[in-house]
């Protein structure tokens, strides 16, 4: 089983996709727009030509999908998005707290990338595109919390 998370936007997740692919180190192998859909689709109207109905992002083994969706199709899509995070793991403390520094870059902070009681590198943000993240370094067998 593969669980993958797919995520909405309004018009920018080429965009989004594309910053993704960057920091992530990873390849959109599908792009497909409303543009390229079937004749007999019901999303006909010429603003969403552009839009993506279909992207994917494969980083390793690992992967997001995404797709613009109008207010009409999603009622929420416009609204903050909230009560869930994409969260990357890592042991690489530094690629974490890059991953971190460049998902930031245009968005807001919520935890600063910090040491915590579980973590030698942590922190949250919602990214530029209003998705929220949570990226965290994997402890070694021997890591231990600093004291005080």
């Known amino acids: 089983m593969k669980i993958v998370t797919s995520l909405s936007f309004q018009g920018q997740c080429r965009e989004a996709f594309e910053f993704y692919a960057d920091v992530l180190g990873g390849t959109i192998t599908a792009a497909m727009p409303y543009s390229a859909a079937p004749p007999d ?11 993506l109905m279909h992207c994917w992002l494969q980083v390793g083994d690992q992967a997001l999908m995404g797709a613009d969706m109008d207010v ?13 995070d994409v969260t990357l793991h890592t042991t690489d403390k530094a690629e974490a707290k890059r991953w971190y520094d460049a998902l930031c870059d245009g968005g807001r902070p919520g935890m600063p990338f910090e040491e915590t009681f579980w973590s030698p590198g942590f922190g949250s943000l919602t990214d530029k595109f209003g998705v929220p993240w949570m990226i965290n370094t994997i402890p070694s067998a021997d890591w231990k919390p600093r004291q005080g």
């Open 41 to 51: 689709m019901p999303i006909s109207d010429e603003k969403y030509k552009d839009w």
């Open 72 to 84: 009409a199709w999603a009622p929420n899509v416009d609204k903050p998005k909230n009560g869930f």
